[in-house]
């Protein structure tokens, strides 16, 4: 198949480039700094040359925004939800004025969609989305702003041949260079991977190995559409959580940090403490009710597994 990744030149997409190459698949890449074999060149906003790989495509897989690993200050929020609203509205009018329009379209989204809880996992049945909850930073609501007006650009678009997938993704954890896995456990190997803010906040993840599979799965099954979350199906408090990442490297010990400590942390490494302390307990149910089966459900045996290929490389 010829696969098409819009924004595909981050560590998500270079997760699922690696794994679509290795199964046969033609993939291309659009990007605002294109490299390699496979590169084409666009802005993520406007209509362009690069709107004729998508005709005649098989798939589309639209990655394209801001990275969230930043501080979340006005202007970088608002470039946030510019950058995956214009793509998003953008890829759509490419599919839209296709001849042969690809049979597929997954829209990257996110978990960040539902509502900081502990009392339940959220489904995309019966999940809460959040902007509302009481008690937290307000500028939270915005995250999940971005979220459902990225997802309206897909919802909005006329593309009637071609099927459409949210994917509300939780973190993606691999062993390249520079992810969220990599960032944690530098942490962890310093002593420092310890519970932020009480650690009882929830953490959704999923294997790399796992998000692949599930977006190979999404292609075959032709019933499915809508929004899907690619979430590992036991989510964890951050506390158990960072135990079993520092029991993979190996670590006795992780300093705990409280909340302003954490925000102290956070502004050395230009992140945003909502990465940390929002609860996301998010669960597969769509794809568990279709039948997928998850190479790595929990997270101890992830993390080892993630450990391994770290120092193997």
Not at 274 to 289: D, F, M, T
């Amino acid at each position: 198949m010829k696969i098409v990744l819009p924004g595909g030149s981050g560590q998500v997409g270079t997760v699922l480039r690696r794994a679509l190459t290795a199964a046969g698949h033609r993939v291309v890449v659009l990007s605002r700094r294109p490299t390699g074999r496979g590169g084409i060149a666009w802005d993520g906003r406007t209509l362009g040359p690069w709107a004729e790989e998508i005709d005649g495509s098989d798939v589309v897989v639209n990655l394209a925004g801001r990275s969230v690993s930043c501080r979340y200050t006005p202007a970088n929020l608002e470039a946030m939800m510019r950058s995956r609203v214009e793509s998003a509205r953008i890829v759509g009018e490419a599919i839209a004025g296709s001849a042969r329009p690809p049979r597929l379209w997954l829209q990257m989204s996110t978990a960040t969609v539902y509502a900081h809880r502990f009392d339940a996992a959220n489904d995309e049945t019966t999940g809460l989305v959040g902007g509302s909850e009481p008690g937290v930073p307000g500028y939270w609501g915005y995250s999940v702003d971005i979220a459902t007006a990225w997802e309206g650009e897909l919802e909005k678009a006329d593309t009637p041949y071609t099927r459409k997938v949210a994917l509300r993704s939780a973190m993606v954890m691999s062993p390249d260079r520079g992810g969220v896995f990599d960032v944690l456990s530098r942490l962890a190997r310093l002593g420092l991977g310890g519970p932020v803010a009480g650690g009882a906040q929830y953490v959704s993840w999923i294997h790399d190995h796992d998000f692949a599979r599930a977006i190979d799965f999404l292609v075959t099954r032709d019933d499915l559409s809508g929004p899907v979350n690619l979430a590992a199906p036991a989510p964890l408090p951050h506390h158990a959580f960072m135990r079993a990442l520092r029991g993979a490297w190996g670590v006795p010990v992780g300093l705990p940090a409280t909340r302003w400590m954490a925000e102290l942390g956070a502004f050395a490494l230009r992140s945003d403490t909502e990465l940390l302390l929002k609860s996301r307990r998010v669960v597969p149910g769509r794809l568990l009710e279709a039948g997928f089966v998850f190479d790595h459900p929990q997270w101890p045996q992830a993390a080892d597994d993630l450990v391994r290929r770290v120092r193997s490389r």
